[in-house]
């Protein structure tokens, strides 16, 4: 079962929900004036913070990227996720920082002149995603932008 949630106060926020690899997971994304705030949600968890910076000036990037990229689907190369909190664990920092970069790279895709930091809360069960999952993952945040 999957839903959409819209909400115009105090700051523009959509919500979505999807049962991904067998785990109800929530997606929430919050529009504020300097960042875009993203959480990823399994079970009420947010043990990971990461954040990317975007670049103001990335329309000439992504533009010579996407004439590279046929399918769309690599994340941009201009863009450097940090961990903020919870990379106590190598493997779910790697995750947590790819997710944050393919997140990023779809807000950049979506408004080029687009200069918010993006923040992702991240609290997934697993260490690691098979591919479909993350897919999913990355779809589910897609409703939310």
Not at 12 to 40: C, H, N, P, Q, W
Not at 46 to 66: E, K, M, R, Y
Not at 68 to 96: F, I, K, N, Q, Y
Not at 98 to 121: F, H, K, P, Y
């Amino acid at each position: 079962m999957e839903s959409v949630l819209k909400s115009p106060f105090p700051a523009s926020t959509k919500r979505a929900t999807s049962v991904i690899d067998g785990i109800s997971t929530e997606s929430t994304v919050v529009y504020f004036a300097d960042k875009i705030m993203i959480t990823l949600s399994q079970d009420g968890r947010l043990a990971q913070w990461f954040h990317v910076p975007l670049d103001t000036n990335n329309s000439a990037l992504i533009g010579a990227q996407s004439a590279e990229d046929e399918d769309g689907l690599l994340p941009l190369t201009h863009l450097t996720p940090t961990t903020l909190l919870g990379g106590a664990v190598e493997s779910r920092e790697a995750l947590g920082q790819l997710i944050a970069v393919q997140l990023a790279s779809a807000v950049s895709m979506r408004n080029r002149d687009e200069g918010r930091m993006v923040v992702l809360g991240l609290g997934l069960m697993k260490a690691e995603l098979e591919r479909d999952a993350f897919i999913q993952l990355i779809e589910l945040v897609g409703k939310c932008l």
